[in-house]
């Protein structure tokens, strides 16, 4: 019986601190993947936006899709170095084609690091 009794004892806590672990643990994961989902996410819906724009491209102007894929960019909040690199050109030669492309870099701050990561959207579609 006593035997039984300081098992109990030692084991007491030992689960507790492998549970405030992990918590923590996942805590501090979502703290740090969150700033990386949204640009994830941003990324994700201006690609989408540059293609639906290069699909109608042929019964609509440059400055309209550049007006369009801007106003994309500022509901998404991408760094502004991604307005300054859109480019859209529309090819003289056969095949006839539209290409629309920008790239912008996002910083993300760990701890003990920070980490550049280069996003490069490009769309075509012919003409």
Request: hydrophobic letters at 45%; aromatic letters at 12%.
């Amino acid at each position: 019986m006593v035997g039984v009794l300081r098992r109990v004892r030692n084991e007491r806590g030992r689960g507790r601190i492998g549970c405030l672990f992990s918590i923590l643990l996942v805590v501090v994961i979502a703290y740090y993947s969150i700033p990386v989902g949204q640009a994830y996410f941003a990324y994700v819906a201006l690609r989408d936006a540059m293609r639906t724009q290069a699909q109608f491209a042929a019964a609509i102007d440059d400055v309209t899709i550049q007006r369009r894929i801007l106003q994309e960019m500022d509901n998404m909040r991408v760094p502004g170095e991604a307005r300054e690199n859109l480019r859209i050109v529309r090819t003289e030669r056969r095949p006839f084609q539209i290409i629309i492309s920008t790239s912008y870099v996002v910083v993300f701050d760990f701890p003990f690091t920070h980490y550049a990561h280069t996003f490069s959207i490009e769309a075509r579609r012919p003409l």
